[in-house]
T-cell receptor, first 115, second 111 residues
Framework: GAVVSQHPSRVICKSGTSVKIECRSLDFQATTMFWYRQFPKQSLMLMATSNEGSKATYEQGVEKDKFLINHASLTLSTLTVTSAHPEDSSFYIC???????????FGPGTRLTVT | GEDVEQSLFLSVREGDSSVINCTYTDSSSTYLYWYKQEPGAGLQLLTYIFSNMDMKQDQRLTVLLNKKDKHLSLRIADTQTGDSAIYFCAESKASNYQLIWGAGTKLIIKP
């Protein structure tokens, strides 16, 4: 089946620094990837839709200058949390849309802790 | 607006069947999904069903869709301890693929 990886799986950073999270589709091309944020014991919140070669579409309330998304190739999207604050601590999950199907395949998630 | 609702918890005995229910409000939903999330892990797509189907079976999993009532269910036969997880129901439209999520149902297995 389709596999999506995320790196790193866990990251701890100091307040004010930036962190980059990578999302890769390993065995398929993904023209569309999604970035989600999950708070403890809550469902996923869609942050943005990332399309290869174009600007990401951000959901209402998500700061595009704070959460930079780059979908540089058909197998890689990156999310950079800039000037991180403790309230940015969360579980970030990406997903990739597999070709013409409507199946989204999810990465294993990245646990970000900002101290 | 669009809304997907699930019960937060379901407790079943090992070996029994688990039935997780989900209701949604958007009648234009095209695809309905069930995802499984184990503790500290990402999401695993279990199964999905197109809105023009009533039922889909895949080994121990049976999905039933009542489009009139906008009700989706996931039945897990012979529930095992490894089935312990949070199960998310989600819907999407063909137009944009974005998923609208339920809050998730935590499945607790009693020995």
């Amino acid at each position: 089946g389709a596999v999506v990886s995320q790196h790193p799986s866990r990251v701890i950073c100091k307040s004010g620094t930036s962190v980059k999270i990578e999302c890769r589709s390993l065995d398929f091309q993904a023209t569309t990837m999604f970035w989600y944020r999950q708070f403890p014991k809550q469902s996923l919140m869609l942050m943005a839709t990332s399309n290869e070669g174009s600007k990401a579409t951000y959901e209402q309330g998500v700061e595009k200058d704070k959460f930079l998304i780059n979908h540089a190739s058909l197998t890689l999207s990156t999310l950079t949390v800039t000037s991180a604050h403790p309230e940015d601590s969360s579980f970030y999950i990406c997903s990739a849309l597999a070709g013409e199907s409507y199946e989204q395949y999810f990465g294993p998630g990245t646990r970000l802790t900002v101290t | 607006g669009e809304d997907v609702e699930q019960s937060l918890f379901l407790s079943v005995r090992e070996g029994d069947s688990s039935v997780i229910n989900c209701t949604y409000t958007d009648s234009s939903s095209t695809y309905l999904y069930w995802y499984k999330q184990e503790p500290g892990a990402g999401l695993q797509l279990l199964t999905y069903i197109f809105s023009n189907m009533d039922m889909k079976q895949d080994q121990r999993l049976t999905v039933l869709l009542n489009k009139k009532d906008k009700h989706l269910s996931l039945r897990i036969a012979d529930t095992q301890t490894g089935d312990s997880a949070i199960y998310f129901c989600a819907e999407s439209k063909a137009s944009n693929y974005q998923l609208i999520w339920g809050a998730g149902t935590k499945l607790i297995i009693k020995p």
